[in-house]
Structures are given as C-alpha cells and as structure tokens.
C-alpha cells in the first residue's frame, strides 16, 4: 500500500474521511490518500497515480518518507510520501467514490481526538499517527 501525508505551512495535515460506500473502514478518517500497488507497479506509480485520481493532485514532486509493515486486522507493507501543500480545500478535486470529504486538521487535534476516540480513524491510525504526529 502507498499512503501521501499532506501538510501545509501551519503545520497541518489533510485527512480524509473514507467513501461511506465503501467495504472496508466506510467513513474513517486517513491519510489524504492511499492506494493498494498492483501488480507490475511500484509504490511511486501508485501514489502519483492516487493522488491525481483521488485528490486532483499532480505535477508535485513527492517525498519518500518511511516503509512500515502494518499488523492489525489487514497486514501489509505501507510506503509513505509527504508534500507540503498550502492549497485551499476548494482546490483539491476529490473523486467521490472513494473520498467522502477531506479536512485539514492540526497535529493536536489529531493526537486529542485519536485519545478520545480512536475510532474515528482508521485502524491503523496509531502507527501513522505516531510516525507524523509526535
């Protein structure tokens, strides 16, 4: 899996909240985006490719940031990238099947609403966010 941790200059990041449509984890809250590789692809033809399709995000030099294997009810490799965005929300073209919306959120609320209520995020929240957020 491919994840992108966008932030801005205030130090914020970009959540999304997962399409209420879909089978896995409708309506938790994640990275900006995220994509499973195919087969034949690597991590950064994935995340270039979901960025532009989830996020209307292109032309923007990602960075690799770090590779974790994520253990919980799903098990798997997930790749990071960062870009720092400051770009208005109205920017970003989200594609609906797969985003339901997307917010920017400041590292404390983060860390205070995932303390208050883990259940917001997804599953694997606690690892991303102990790898971003402190």
Partial sequence: MSALWVTNSK????????????????GKWGPAVAGTV??????EQNIYKEAEEELGIQG??????AKQRIHGKHNFFDQ?????L???????????EEVEEIRWFSKKEILETFEKNPSFFLPSAKQWIDLFCK
């Fill in 80 to 84: 990071w990238f960062a870009v720092n």
């Fill in 38 to 43: 195919e087969k034949g692809e690597s991590y």
């Fill in 86 to 96: 400051d770009w208005d929300i109205s920017k970003f073209m989200i594609q609906k």
């Fill in 60 to 65: 923007l030099k990602l960075e690799k940031e």
């Fill in 11 to 26: 130090g914020e990041a970009l959540l999304a909240r997962r399409a209420l449509s879909k089978s896995h984890d409708p």
